[in-house]
């Protein structure tokens, strides 16, 4: 039985986490170095098709946002510091 049955709530949830984890992010980490930030991007990409793939889809959600927020975070830096 997955953890988060409803991927309604699941996507929200992935919402909350996104924006948390962003803002965390952008306060807190002057910067995230380019390779680095392709291994944590390419770790949790992985962990997530891996938790899709047992059926644990509304947790690969959860882990998506984290990724998305790490791009995001990215684009934010590059954008402000050209």
Do not use: C, K, Q
């Amino acid at each position: 039985m997955a953890l988060l049955p409803d991927l309604a709530a699941a996507a929200l949830y992935a919402v909350v986490v996104f924006l948390l984890f962003l803002g965390l992010l952008v306060v807190f980490v002057e910067t995230i170095p380019s390779r680095l930030l392709m291994v944590m991007i390419l770790t949790v990409a992985l962990f997530a098709a891996w938790l899709a793939w047992v059926g644990e889809i509304g947790l690969s959600f959860l882990a998506l946002g984290a990724v998305a927020a790490l791009a995001a975070n990215h684009a934010f830096e590059w954008l402000t510091n050209r």
